[in-house]
């Protein structure tokens, strides 16, 4: 029985932990004022003061973003960063 029981714990977190996979959160960081988009839930302490999210794409992400009052506009150099292009 007590196989069984950890067996199920073990499928249990197993599939929590691939849930997760493929998804965007926005974060807003008091630290540096800006706001992110990282691909794991985000734990709201310290310097993070709001999580916004799962998103499904980083598309959406950014589109959510765009909308949120306490994100301010990404310039254009950060934009590339963020995307990977130069």
């Known amino acids: 029985m007590k196989r069984l029981i950890f067996a199920g714990s073990l499928l249990l977190a197993s599939g929590t ?13 008091r630290a540096t004022g800006k706001c992110n988009i990282v691909t794991s839930n985000p734990v709201i302490i310290g310097d993070i003061w709001f999580g916004d999210g799962p998103y499904k794409s980083r598309a959406d992400a950014k589109l959510a973003r765009s909308t949120i009052r306490a994100c301010p506009a990404p310039t254009p150099d950060e934009e590339k960063a963020e995307d990977g292009t130069n």
């Open 17 to 29: 932990v691939s849930f997760a996979d493929g998804l965007f959160w926005v974060v807003g960081n």
